[in-house]
């Protein structure tokens, strides 16, 4: 699977040389995407949302809980292992 090689691929750069930088778009506390108890965010593709914040990934959590997402604001197909969270 091209989307597990290349979240592999993220982690052992990690590893190997430290943190990536990205840009997203983090939701809000007014945001449906914002899950204000546990501070998750997933904002599906359908909707627009523009870039807010810049990140750099420094590790992961393999065992991240769906269930902090929003119901209704859950990604797919949602591996933690397969998966990138930045906090």
Excluded at 5 to 28: F, R
Excluded at 55 to 67: F, Q
Excluded at 68 to 84: C, D, V
């Amino acid at each position: 699977d091209n989307l597990t090689e290349i979240i592999q691929k993220v982690k052992n750069h990690i590893v190997n040389y430290g943190g990536i930088s990205a840009a997203v778009h983090a939701g809000s506390e007014n945001e449906e995407c914002y899950n204000n108890k546990t501070a998750a965010s997933y904002c599906v593709t359908s909707t627009n949302h523009h870039v807010n914040h810049a990140v750099t990934i420094v590790g992961w959590d393999d065992e991240y809980s769906r269930a902090k997402f929003l119901e209704g604001s859950q990604p797919q197909n949602y591996s933690p292992k397969t998966t990138i969270i930045s906090k």
